[in-house]
């Protein structure tokens, strides 16, 4: 295991970027007949919930191969206009990032590894067939939709501003085939914590009946239909009282992957601690990466393996795994209080490390605490 290379992505994440102030304008701003007045922004504000609310603004871009990336702007939020026939409404070539917005105490506006979301979304663009955007012209899209959108970045820690970029095949035409156009959009939402409950343990249901990857297929791309395929999972999981599930590899039905749209760790007694590999079928969470970078520069031992379930849950029982958490950007990092599946119901009540990791994080993204890696990118 080599611990120490840089995966292709953090690779690409690492090139630095220019000033926001050099890449700003690329999507030039459009006038808005109707925007929210200052007292419906801060209405919504008020009370947070996670993807409910939108800002005022959206940017946008078309590709066709003949003129590449054009018709760029930062237009009024709305409905779309949309031929019928769209390959993405019957095929789902689609795919997606999501990041957030923090503001400084100063009021300045930050994103978390922009670059990072870039590269990820090139990938996903790979392996979706579907054009690349490039990282200047993805980050320019961030600049400027979060400057239309400032009035929609909350101050409370806690609480940002959600960015969704995505891109969707937009050609009308029922052959199956890559499309020739595409749309990219990144719509913003102001939204508190993912988890009603806050910084309280979630609870795991184990799926064995449904997986969300397999080799080969699209589970290290972030696209809609990975999260389609997973409803089902997760309404199983509801049902039986549980909050979130979490799959196994399609192959051997045993290891560790990951959840809907979480990655897993678990931290065992004599602080080390584990994480499934990227064995390709699961998704390379940013939020992952630069946990596992901050425990590693903290001395703590890292291993991302193959991690049982069977072997997990004795290790629970025998108190030789003392902790678990999921993190993403949506949930940040969150405790797992309770892992229950077909043939086991194990309880965990730790999460030292967990806080300790969250508000680490959390101390970066909102400014608090030294950011020795430079991760994070002045938006406005
Ligand atoms: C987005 C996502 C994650 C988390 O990625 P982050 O970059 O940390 O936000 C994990 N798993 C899946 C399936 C995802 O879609």
Redesign the pocket.
């Known amino acids: 295991m080599s611990e120490s290379s840089l995966s292709a992505l953090e690779q690409a994440a690492a090139k630095p970027l220019p000033s926001s102030g050099k890449l700003a304008g690329r999507f030039p701003l459009y006038a808005h007949p109707s925007p929210s007045s200052d007292q419906e922004v801060a209405q919504v504000l008020k009370k947070l919930q996670f993807g409910t609310a939108f800002g005022d603004f959206m940017s946008a871009a078309t590709y066709t191969e003949d003129e590449g990336w054009h018709r760029q702007g930062t237009i009024p939020y709305g409905p779309l206009s949309l031929d019928p026939a769209a390959a993405v409404l019957h095929y789902s070539q689609e795919i997606?990032?999501?990041?957030k917005a923090y503001r400084h105490a100063d009021n300045s506006i930050w994103a978390f590894r922009p670059n990072?979301?870039a590269a990820?979304f090139q990938a996903s663009a790979r392996r979706l067939v579907m054009p690349e955007m490039p990282t200047e012209l993805f980050v320019a899209s961030l600049i400027d939709v979060v400057r239309a959108d400032t009035r929609w970045v909350p101050d409370l820690k806690g609480s940002a501003l959600y960015l969704r970029p995505f891109m969707f095949a937009s050609e009308g035409f029922l052959g199956v085939r890559p499309a020739v156009e595409y749309t990219y959009l990144c719509i913003t939402s102001p939204v508190g914590p993912y988890f009603k409950s806050g910084f309280q343990p979630v609870s795991i249901w184990v799926t064995k009946q449904y997986h969300?990857a397999m080799p080969g297929g699209t589970?290290a791309a972030?696209t809609g239909g990975?999260?389609a395929a997973?409803l089902i999972a997760q309404q199983d999981a509801k049902e039986r009282g549980f909050q979130q599930v979490c799959f196994l590899d399609s192959v051997q039905g045993e290891f560790l992957e990951?959840?809907?749209?979480?990655?897993v760790f678990a931290v065992s007694k004599d602080g080390s601690v584990r994480t499934p590999r990227l064995t390709g079928t699961?998704?390379?969470?940013?939020?992952?990466?630069?946990i596992i970078q901050l425990l590693r520069d903290q001395g703590r031992e890292v291993i991302e393996t193959d991690i049982s379930i069977n072997q997990l849950v004795s290790d629970i029982k025998s108190g030789e795994v003392v902790e678990m958490f999921v993190?993403?950007?949506?949930?940040v990092v969150t405790p797992i209080g309770h892992l229950a599946g077909e043939n086991f119901d194990v309880t965990l009540d730790n999460s030292a490390l967990t806080e300790q990791v969250y508000d680490h994080l959390t101390g970066i993204q909102y400014g608090t605490i030294e950011d020795t890696h430079n991760w994070m990118y002045r938006l406005a």
């Open positions: 997606f990032e999501g990041l990072y979301n990820r969300r589970g972030k990975n999260y997973g990951e959840l809907g749209g979480m990655n699961i998704l390379e969470g940013g939020t992952r990466l630069s993190c993403g950007t949506a949930a």
